[in-house]
């Protein structure tokens, strides 16, 4: 018998594999994850999986249609800047229903200190102006705005190391892969005198111990602001995605 519903989950975080082990055995429901193909051995959620992009907007309506989806769920990361528009895109073009799940982004609180930004330029200006000592906690990709900084020690913590043809002048690299616990944060804070962190707001609880770690030192964090995204419908955790599936 088909399914009643067959939902397109735009994964590559933890949300989108939480929600597929959660929906993967609902009746009448079918499920497939899309993966983005960036990892060389990417962690499979459960139940059907294609990986690689669409080909943009009208890419995604094409595979809408051919694959008799009726409704999708845009679980892709804060940062990830385009697919969410492609699918708003190819939802309207289709007509199908599209919920946006994203995990809330921090805020700051008393004792915090931050200087929020929209992109790496900034945030290096910013970092050339009064930094000696800077914890860079990004993604190997996101490096190379900080290549010409002078005058500053940088600690680069990332998941693989920075290209190699990325030239820093004084730079240490911890490879680590989060989540990270509160005690290591204080550690490697305290150990390199750091006077600047610098990350993006990615939200949830796997990664935010470092901003407990400055705020307990009086760390500057600099702090990338999310990217807009479409006005469409929007949770904030799994639960009411599968709340907003079952509804259907
Ligand atoms: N950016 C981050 O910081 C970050 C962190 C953790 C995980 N991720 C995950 O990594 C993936 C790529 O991130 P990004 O920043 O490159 O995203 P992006 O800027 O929004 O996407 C760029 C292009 O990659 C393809 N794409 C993105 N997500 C896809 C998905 N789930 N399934 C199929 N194709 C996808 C699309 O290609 P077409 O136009 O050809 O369809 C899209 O136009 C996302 O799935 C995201 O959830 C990103």
Avoid at 6 to 21: D, F, P, S
Avoid at 171 to 198: M, Q, Y
Avoid at 207 to 230: N, S
Wanted: a positive charge; one cysteine or more.
């Amino acid at each position: 018998m088909a399914a009643l519903t067959k939902i397109l989950i735009l994964g590559g975080t933890g949300e989108g594999m939480a929600l597929a082990r959660a929906l993967i055995d609902l009746p009448g429901l079918e499920i497939v994850s899309s993966l983005a193909g960036r990892v060389a051995n990417p962690k499979l959620p459960p139940g059907a999986v294609r990986i690689g992009g669409f080909g943009g907007a009208t890419g995604l309506a094409a595979y809408l249609r051919d694959q008799g989806i009726t409704a999708i769920v845009d679980a892709t990361h804060p940062f990830a800047r385009r697919m969410g528009w492609n699918a708003a895109e190819a939802a309207n073009l289709v007509g199908l229903p599209l919920l946006r799940l994203e995990r809330p982004a921090w805020s700051p609180v008393a004792g915090d200190r931050w200087v929020e930004v929209d992109d790496w330029a900034q945030a290096a200006a910013i970092l050339q102006r009064g930094a000696r000592r800077v914890f860079l906690a990004l993604g190997r990709q996101e490096l190379a705005p900080f290549a010409n900084l002078t005058g500053i020690h940088l600690v680069i913590r990332s998941v693989e190391p920075p290209d190699a043809a990325l030239h820093f002048a004084d730079a240490e690299i911890v490879l680590a892969r989060g989540p990270f616990k509160l005690e290591d944060e204080r550690a490697l804070l305290t150990s390199r005198s750091i006077d600047h962190l610098v990350c993006k707001n990615s939200g949830g609880s796997a990664t935010d111990a470092k901003l407990q770690a400055a705020r307990e030192r009086g760390v500057t964090v600099v702090m990338q602001r999310r990217p807009p995204r479409p006005d469409t419908s929007r949770v904030a955790d799994v639960d009411a995605a599968i709340a907003w599936v079952r509804a259907l």
